[in-house]
């Protein structure tokens, strides 16, 4: 049975890092997150037989719990509208975060009932150093990265828009943190579960502190970086409960998140201790419309048909704004009759375009977009100067060229997207204010840019009209 089991957890982690392979492309992301699941099933079915289960019996309360929260994951799955997956993302993997912080603090009550029976006893003596160590670290990252995701979740559910919840918010984060280190010292030689209680309770109020004071604009690394401390408690928590399989899967998940976070990071000029501690994308103030050189000019949909029409190249830069219109598939079609016109369509990617990592590339998909249409930025911006019309649909932040050539703007450093670099720009958007970050974009008031004012959906569907009476 032994045998059995491991192998079991052995080919569940095979299935795992498969899985994650196969996700790094859109032809077989699909692919990769059924085999993934499957991994997922197996270990968990497995599990159950497990004889490190012995003094277990609430199998049917389990079962009843992986069956509601699967159902509820099942059909959120299947209904949630695309503009709403960032936050059903933020609010799933503080699941997992909360799940390993739960299975910790299980672990650390039990270690206390039994070190009330010892003389002298405390959880160290019980688990052992090593595991006491592990299953703390643990305890902490899971609780942060649970209540911190609550509070994305709810930051982008606009539900919650504060910026502070206590004066000199940071100074109080400090503090609160080498409270909980401290009390974490603590737990090594204590018999007390209020104590514990006492840890989970600073560690929840750490997360939503924490989380706070991250602006919009920096939303998508915290999304990340929440996701890479999950695995990393998953992972953690299962060295405590010697699983092999959630060793394995949470350093993955992990690693994985790590890296992606760095990379988003990275595309913003930013690093992870800035995105948590500096407060950008919530008071960054917007420059003064009279420093920018040039005015906003307004532009027609028959107008943009025409241009269109006649262009050798169209390169669409796809924004949040596209997806609250839910407008990908009228642009798809839109591309669709360009395409029969002889006009060569393409589509550029910003890293950190929309709410959550990859969020227009899921848009896309969902509309059929063929993947080789879909560039990333450094495929693309060599493109922008032979392009006839660059077409910006709800886009902001990340194709401002104030981020490459004015040393004074909040963005400056951060890698954006060339579209000011095309022949025309039009930028589809709902009125004139700004991005995320709050900072006027000097895109909009170059001499070949123009705005089309207006929903992007209906925008889409005005220029197919005008398209197909061309």
């Known amino acids: 049975m032994e045998m059995m089991i491991q192998a079991s957890y052995f080919l569940a982690a095979v299935l795992f890092i498969v899985g994650l392979k196969q996700m790094s492309s859109p032809v077989t992301a699909r692919r990769g997150i059924l085999w993934s699941g499957v991994g997922m099933i197996l270990a968990t079915l497995v599990t159950f037989l497990d004889p490190t289960l012995h003094g277990v019996f609430n199998y049917l309360l389990m079962a009843l719990g992986i069956a509601i929260g699967g159902g509820y994951a099942w059909q959120k799955g299947k209904t949630v509208p695309m503009v709403d997956m960032p936050q059903m993302i933020a609010l799933f993997n503080g699941m997992g975060g909360g799940a390993a912080g739960a299975i910790a603090a299980v672990v650390l009550m039990r270690a206390i009932g039994q070190a009330d029976a010892i003389p002298g006893g405390s959880v160290s003596m019980v688990l052992g150093t090593d595991v006491a160590i592990v299953a703390l670290v643990g305890a902490f990252i899971g609780t942060i990265s649970f209540s911190g995701s609550l509070i994305a979740w709810a930051k982008l559910d606009g539900r919650f828009k504060r910026t502070s919840l206590v004066p000199q918010q940071h100074w109080v984060n400090l503090a609160l943190l080498v409270l909980v280190i ?20 600073l560690v929840l109020l750490l997360g939503v502190f924490v989380t706070t004071p991250v602006g919009g604009a ?30 394995i899967a949470g350093t993955v998940v992990g690693s994985a998140g790590t890296l992606l976070t760095q990379m988003m990071a990275k595309a913003m000029n930013r690093s992870v201790w800035n995105v948590l501690f500096g407060g950008f994308g919530q008071s960054a103030e917007s420059a003064d419309p009279d420093v920018i050189q040039g005015s906003m000019k307004e532009i027609q949909s028959q107008d943009t048909a025409i241009m269109m029409a006649y262009a050798s190249q169209v390169v669409i830069v796809p924004g949040y704004g596209m997806a609250v219109a839910q407008a990908q598939h009228k642009v798809w079609e839109l591309c669709e009759l360009l395409e029969e016109e002889g006009v060569k369509v393409k589509f550029a990617i910003h890293p950190v375009a929309g709410r959550m990592p990859g ?17 990333d930025m450094d495929e693309i911006n060599p493109e922008f100067p032979k392009t006839t019309v660059a077409l910006v649909i709800g886009a902001n932040d990340v194709v401002n060229p104030d981020a490459r050539n004015d040393k004074t703007s909040p963005l400056y450093g951060m890698p954006v997207l060339d579209a000011a670099l095309a022949e025309n720009v039009v930028v589809v958007k709902r009125g004139k204010g700004t991005g995320f970050s709050g900072v006027e974009n000097a895109l909009f008031y170059q001499e070949n840019t123009q705005l089309l004012y207006g929903d992007g959906q209906k925008i889409a569907s005005e220029l197919i009209q005008h398209l197909k009476k061309l």
């Open 218 to 247: 920096d939303m998508p690394v915290a999304i990340s970086l929440f996701n890479a401390l999950t695995g990393l408690a998953v992972g953690l928590e299962g060295y405590v409960l010697d699983n092999a399989a959630m060793i």
């Open 359 to 375: 969020h227009m590339n899921v848009l896309l998909a969902e509309a059929g977009v063929p993947y080789d249409k879909i560039f």
């Open 182 to 201: 401290y009390i974490g010292v603590k737990l090594f030689d204590t018999q007390s579960a209020g104590l514990v209680m006492l840890f989970f309770a």
